[in-house]
């Protein structure tokens, strides 16, 4: 059997590294080594991933440093998620994200969609061009968060729309609000209502535990 704690380093290492090609080797490896892939995703790919953030919040990574770790880590992800449905896990969480209706930016939301499941969440993927109605749908389906991103500031309305939605379906008082984009602010969180703001991946992923904590009964 394959040597688990050197294995998923050296995978932590490649994703870090942003070697999609090595991170891909490596899960294979460690497949054909008998290692668990809970395990390769615990103690490699997550723990790559929360470096990677911890790493852009003190300025010694930047987006195209997170976007080819990302990239890495989803390499070794297509090999490993189909073979975690029969095991037994416990969920960062459950998030819902997407970018707001009339935009179809989704750049940045990729990122923090990738680094909310490298962290560990169950990611639903709403995209983009996403209605008020289709975040309360995500909310009734059990969504602990909901992740809302905007580019434009034309469109930066819909998130005041979504929040407002979320309150007259009677599903906000289960459900956190996270909001980021370009042109959102701290100030503007506040205005709507949103219960936290992040203007980076790495802290949308920080954010999103503090969230997914609050959100759960004590």
């Known amino acids: 059997m394959a040597d ?15 070697d999609a090609a090595a991170a891909a080797r490596l899960a294979n490896e460690g497949l054909a080594g008998g290692i668990v892939p809970r395990d390769m995703v615990d103690r490699g790919l ?4 929360d470096e990677a953030g911890r790493l852009f919040e003190a300025g010694e990574f930047f987006v195209p440093e997170l976007l080819v770790s990302a990239r890495a880590m989803k390499a070794a992800m297509s090999i490993l998620e189909p073979l975690l449905a029969g095991e037994a896990h416990v ?15 989704d750049i940045g939301k990729n990122l923090v969609a990738t680094m909310l ?28 968060v909901i992740g809302v991103s905007a580019l434009l500031t034309t469109t930066m309305t819909s998130m005041r729309a979504t929040v407002a939605a979320l309150e ?10 996270m909001v980021g984009g370009a042109p959102v602010t701290q100030e503007y969180a506040d205005a709507i209502g949103a219960d ?11 954010l999103a535990r503090r969230l997914v904590a609050q959100s759960r009964p004590s």
């Open 4 to 18: 688990t704690v050197d294995l998923t380093e050296r995978l932590r290492r490649s994703v870090l590294d942003g």
């Open 46 to 49: 997550i723990r790559a991933m």
């Open 91 to 105: 969920s960062a969480g459950r998030i819902a994200i997407g970018t707001v209706a009339g935009d179809l930016h």
């Open 117 to 144: 499941r490298g962290a560990g969440f169950d990611v639903n993927d709403l995209g983009v061009d996403v209605t008020p109605a289709r975040f309360v749908q995500a909310a009734r389906d059990g969504a602990a």
């Open 168 to 177: 007259e379906a009677g599903v906000r008082g289960r459900v956190k609000v």
């Open 196 to 206: 936290g703001y992040s203007d980076n991946a790495g802290g949308a992923v920080a």
